[in-house]
Structure formats: C-alpha cells, structure tokens
C-alpha cells in the first residue's frame, strides 16, 4: 500500500538543465520528504515539508507542497554529475509513527 | 549513513535456511524500522519498533521476525517461510513521537542461493 507515486519514474537530462520530479499521495499527512538514493546505498535526507507549509528551499532544492492536490514537487536547479541517483517522497501520515515511500524517480545527468 | 550500522553488507543463503540481519544505533533513537527493496523499486515496510520490547508489522511482515530488546538493536531474521527473499534490506530509525526524518543504514543485500 504505497502512499507516494513519483513521476517521472526516470528521467535523463544535460547538465546544467533543472530537473523536476513529482509524487502524489493518497490521503491526509502531516508532513512529506524527499530522500536520495545512490546506487546500492541507503537513503540520504534532503529536505522536510510539513502539512502547513507551500514551499521550501534547501540550496540547489525546492520543494512545493499542495495539499489541495495531494501533490508535492522537488525541483533541482543547475544539475550537477553528482546530481545521478533516484529520489523518493515519502509520507508521515499518522500516528503509527510509519512512514510510507513511493517508488522513486531515477535521474541521470548527461555530461 | 549516520550513527546507524548494518551487517553484514553482502549475505548469501541457501533456501530453506533462516538468516539474521543486524542493525545497532547509536543515536538514542526509541523508533526503528525494516524496509524491504526490490530492484528499481521504493522501500516496503517489512516491521517497525516504537519502543524496546514492542513492535508491529508492516506491509510485509510474512516470512520476517523481529526482536526489540535494546534500544541500539533491531534484528531482521529472514525466515525460509520468505518466498523471495532475495532484495537489498534497509534499517532506519527515529526519535519516537518525532515527525521528523528517518535515518537510514547503508543496507545489506541477501541473496538467496
């Protein structure tokens, strides 16, 4: 039962350019994060945005939420080689201290 | 990665044995958590612990036990009733009552033989 869907599922863009990747969920949170993932490694926190906040920005990071939507984007600018790794949302949506992630976007930079 | 170890990186069984995945935190975290991931997919919650000596089922808990008897432990024990076990296996942890992020291992991948 996964409370997140990303999209796009990949994606493959020059250096430089921004990237822009979307998750949806389902119901009510109290708040969404984004997290990285390198190849074979664990999760990397990026960046918390609660229930009552729109927008938030962390560096090279922008994170939109829009809980009219069930919807929140992550927004990379001026990527970077580094940047290759697949990202997902994950939601806080209750009491049961769980959180639920989606599937994940994975993103390359061309050099 | 944090303050929060696994081992082995690489495990390999053969079918039908059980095998016990470690996790140890030092970060005084009261909440830890299993996720299971298969390739080119998210994270699956296999169990979850909120405090020592108590914990519930995830998602996917068939086939899994776990143990809560020390704050800084959370074993994974892969039990031969886990029909395809084999997937790259993530710990995590959090301070309990926190919404905050999740803090996460740098995984073990099983490989059933």
């Known amino acids: 039962s996964q409370q997140g869907e990303e999209d796009p599922q990949a994606l493959s863009i020059q250096e430089g350019e921004n990237a822009t990747m979307n998750c949806s969920y389902k119901?009510?949170?109290?708040?969404l994060q984004w997290y990285r993932q390198n190849s074979g490694r664990g999760l990397v926190h990026l960046i918390l945005?609660?229930?009552?906040?729109r927008e938030k920005h962390s560096g090279r990071l922008r994170v939109t939420l829009d809980t009219s939507k069930k919807s929140s984007s992550l927004l990379i600018t001026a990527s970077r080689a580094a940047d290759t790794a697949s990202y997902f949302c994950?939601?806080?949506?209750?009491?049961?201290?769980?959180?639920?992630f989606g599937s994940g976007t994975r993103l390359s930079i061309r050099p | 990665d944090g303050g929060i170890t696994q081992s082995p990186k690489y495990l390999f069984r053969k079918e039908g044995q059980n095998v016990t995945l470690s996790c140890e935190q030092n970060?005084?975290?009261?909440?830890m958590y299993w996720y299971r991931q298969d390739p080119g997919q998210g994270l699956r919650l296999i169990y979850y612990?909120?405090?020592?000596?108590?914990?519930q089922k995830g998602d996917i808990a068939e086939g899994y036990s776990v143990s809560r008897e020390k704050k800084e432990s959370f074993p994974l024990t892969v039990t031969s009733a886990q029909k395809n076990p084999t997937a790259f296996y993530l710990c995590?942890?959090?301070?309990?009552?926190?919404?905050?992020?999740?803090?996460f291992g740098p995984g073990t991948r099983l490989t059933v033989l």
């Open positions: 945005i609660r229930s009552n906040e």
């Open positions: 994950a939601t806080d949506y209750s009491s049961a201290s769980k959180i639920i």
């Open positions: 970060l005084n975290h009261d909440a």
């Open positions: 612990s909120q405090i020592v000596n108590d914990f």
């Open positions: 119901t009510s949170i109290n708040n």
């Open positions: 995590a942890s959090r301070p309990e009552g926190s919404t905050d992020t999740q803090y």
